[in-house]
């Protein structure tokens, strides 16, 4: 076997193992929505909170005349949403805790989530 | 000198962390913040990277040895426990009067490499601990040590760990690796082997995007993937630092010195014949 075709199916096995894990039970129940909006370089609200277990879904509204990246270390997303646009972003059932975001294009813009 | 170098700017980091307030400061990615010893992070998920990750090795008993490989890496996370890489190797070989090797100065395509990792256990505001698995097959054409033309095959996989001592300031990182290997030789001569080790290390971020430390790794060679044939063992010992540029850029860079080592049958200091006197790491990432 040539070392190209052994990566070729190592890459493809790899691909398989994302799209099985990927279809995990968590994703498959009512995810838990959180609305925020960003305007004027913030979002509102910056504390915001869901049940603990259940998979959440941001709904961002960038309401600012220049693009926000939503970002999180610790909920380990990022999403670019457009100006006077709205962004979804899917995050897996979590655990108890508090869970910082921010907008990686603004030092000052930042919130938290709280699990509980 | 490198465990001088380490203290004294860790001195100077305690004194200048005192007046920046490390509550203020986002989370840490962790994966690069520990030199040759891999955090638990594996990126966030959409997220993409572009990486130029060079490791030197120099120093062997006689002569002048100096070898580099540098792994032209794209990353990506797609999924929130999921990342993975690929790329391409390039080599470089200065050898001279080294004994048991043949002298050479080349620059080589030298094969490719992917990496699969998977967070097994997430780090929240409750548990400081986070785990990741990785699996790393490389193909090489070169041989890293030798800078022969060979066919090699080796699967390196890690555990990769750490622990958040401090919020958002102190950091330990620990590793165990084991790492079997085949080689076809241009004499059609088949070698298999193993390296096996761990490392542990520390990390103090002094501000939000400059992290300061030290590593230790203790390293076991094999001729025998099944870990049956010892040949010898060294224990690395130097200091790691992680530079954030921009949100999308960031460089981290080692180096280790061998301080202890022995070679099975040869009762001579420090094991040269597997390992090397000294290496060293530095990466630079853009991410998009």
Known sequence: ?116 | MALCATACLSFLGCANARAEDASSWRELETKYIFGFTTGSGIGLEGEKEFTVDTIGRFGKRDGHYAATETKYEFEFTPSQFIQIEFGALGSTHDIHGVTGLDDRSQFAFAGGFAEFRYLAIERTSNNPLSVTVAFEPNVRLIDETSGERVHNYEFETTVNADIELLKNRLYAGFNLLYEPEVTWTALDQTVREATVGGSAALSLRLMSNVVLGGEIWYLRHYDSPTLTAFTGDAVMLGPTLYIRFTPKMFMTAAWNTQVWGREVGNPVSLNLAEFQRHRARLKFAWEF
């Open chain 1, 1 to 116: 076997m040539s070392a190209v075709s052994m990566m070729t199916r190592l890459v493809l096995l790899a691909l398989c193992a994302v799209a099985m894990l990927q279809a995990s039970p968590s994703l498959a129940q009512q995810a838990t929505e959180v609305h925020l909006t960003y305007s004027k370089g913030q979002f509102q609200p910056s504390q915001v909170s869901a049940p603990a277990d259940k998979p959440i879904t941001f709904r961002v509204k960038n309401l600012d005349a220049k693009a926000m990246e939503f970002e999180s270390t610790s909920l380990r997303v990022e999403k670019v949403v457009a100006a006077n646009s709205e962004g979804i972003i899917n995050v897996r059932a979590l655990k108890p805790g508090r869970y910082e975001f921010y907008d990686d294009f603004n030092e000052k813009a930042r919130g938290a989530l709280t699990v509980q």
